[in-house]
């Protein structure tokens, strides 16, 4: 039997000119099916055409220091991945109706553990606002569920009638993929809602990623975006870690409010994953406005993102429970929606906002937020605000929106040497201006913004002295209580 599987052996050249894409899968499928892992030749140059190839990874991969070029000038199917980590266990039919906050056991043993979404068509969630307006999603939520049945992940939904299930079992075994210097040579399609998927896609719990290099060569004028190239989706329990990812080209196009709004590719997308860390992960040029910010995310819990250089973090349509820790973010920062804890910590933010609460979703936390030993570095924005929230009370999100119960803040310098006029800050932005002086006390949204109930502040200070001020727009009481040691 022989110890390992490599391309050659199914026909790639490595000569950065053969499209070995046919080679690749092939050496994939054989080592899947013969349980051998896959290793690459050390010097070699793997040329990855358009075609509509997937090359599925279920064993042990090392790409050493092996480079692959992969070119979307001309590409069969853009949504065909170039590798898929995969489970070699079968889906689990599991059939459950209904499912509610603070429920703690399916009712059954499913008998191994496994990784559930569920969603329920008839209710809609994320009714997004703005350019880049939406009639919402369905109520989706995705948990670990044990061999006896115990939910592992808080519900954040009622569902009274789950008219989808998929469960995934958890290997035990962890699958490792590491190694590689990939370029992609980016599309020259029209700036257009056409998204790429030409990427590496995690869809196996219980996989770590490590030592992959991005870069993205080849945008030009025009170009459609990319949905990621680590893209994680529909699993639990994976770490990218020790990786280079690339910032991409930001673009412009017509929103679906007939407008032009920016439009950007990601190179981290998480759609639906639990137990999700990023570990000393770096990208260059983090303070580079024309670059799109490199991470988006839907439907996900547990995310940490732990000692990396990024343009900035992002949570669309809710995350439960979000860590920034020993990070360094650029120009788009932090960014958020959803419940549970939200800490940053021993980082520095360099931003005009700390937190960016989104508002295309309703600025909405149902949960707490925890700073703690944060640099806060605004630049040249006038008037910069901690917590940036936008809601008027105008639109229906499909769920009541909130500010964050409490926020503590445990020691936050904000170096605001470049801030016009006398420096300092706002801790919440002017989140409703239609509120005024004459229609403070009888202004009465149909989809109000509830304020926070306590901002509690300890050893915070500006490098100019200047103390931060409550609010921009004086008729506004985004908070109940501020308490200060």
């Avoid at 490792?176 to 990427?199: C, K, L, Q, V, W």
């Avoid at 149902?366 to 700073?371: A, E, L, R, S, Y």
């Amino acid at each position: 039997m022989i110890p390992f599987v490599t391309y050659e052996q199914f026909g790639a050249k490595g000569d950065g000119v053969t499209d070995d894409m046919p080679a690749v899968a092939a050496a994939h499928a054989y080592a899947n099916e013969h349980d051998l892992p896959v290793r690459t030749a050390p010097d070699a140059r793997y040329y990855i055409g358009g075609r509509a190839l997937t090359a599925e990874i279920a064993t042990d991969t090392d790409w050493g220091n092996s480079r692959f070029v992969i070119d979307d000038r001309a590409v069969e199917d853009r949504r065909a991945p170039v590798f898929r980590a995969v489970s070699r266990l079968a889906p689990l039919e599991l059939v459950i109706t209904s499912l509610h906050r603070g429920q703690k056991n399916i009712g059954f043993a499913p008998g191994a553990d496994c990784y559930v979404v569920v969603r329920q068509s008839s209710i809609r969630r994320y009714i997004r606002r703005g350019l880049n307006q939406n009639d919402g999603t369905p109520q989706t939520d995705c948990f670990e569920v044990k061999a006896d049945g115990t939910i592992v992940h808080e519900l954040l939904w009622d569902f009274d009638a789950i008219d989808s299930v998929s469960a995934c079992p958890i290997e035990e075994k962890t699958l490792f993929i590491r190694g590689g210097h990939f370029t992609t040579i980016a599309n020259g399609e029209p700036s257009a809602y056409n998204y790429y998927e030409r990427d590496i896609v995690v869809s196996r719990s219980n996989t770590e990623l490590r030592d992959i290099r991005h870069e993205v060569t080849g945008e030009g004028e025009t170009g459609a975006p990319y949905r990621g190239f680590i893209s994680i989706s529909g699993c639990a329990r994976v770490t990218v870690r020790d990786c280079f990812l690339a910032s991409h080209k930001t673009y412009y196009t017509i929103g679906s409010a007939g407008k032009s709004v920016s439009m950007g590719s990601y190179d981290i997308n998480i759609f639906s994953g639990c137990d999700i860390l990023f570990k000393d992960c770096y990208q260059d040029g983090i303070l580079d406005s024309s670059r799109w910010g490199i991470v988006g995310s839907n439907f996900c819990k547990y995310v940490t993102f732990d000692g990396c250089t990024f343009s900035r973090t992002d949570a669309h349509q809710g995350m439960y429970n979000y860590t920034v820790r020993r990070c360094t973010l650029g120009h788009m920062g932090v960014n958020a929606i959803g419940f549970g804890r939200l800490t940053i910590e021993d980082s520095v933010i360099c931003c005009g906002r700390l937190i960016g609460f989104r508002s295309d979703y309703g600025s909405t936390w149902h949960g707490d937020v925890v700073i703690r030993n944060v640099l806060w570095r605004p630049g040249r924005t006038g008037s910069p605000c901690a917590f940036r929230f936008s809601n008027d009370g105008q639109h229906d999100f499909g769920y009541d929106c909130a500010m964050p119960d409490t926020i503590t803040v445990d020691g936050l310098t904000v170096d605001d040497t470049e801030t016009p006029g006398d420096g300092g800050f706002y801790w919440f932005s002017d989140y409703n201006p239609l509120v005024n002086a004459e229609n403070r006390d009888t202004f009465r949204a149909p989809y109000p913004l509830a304020p926070c109930r306590e901002l509690k502040i300890r050893c915070v200070e500006t490098l100019r002295g200047a103390k931060g001020k409550l609010c921009p727009n004086e008729n506004l009481t985004p908070v109940g209580r501020v308490s200060e040691e």
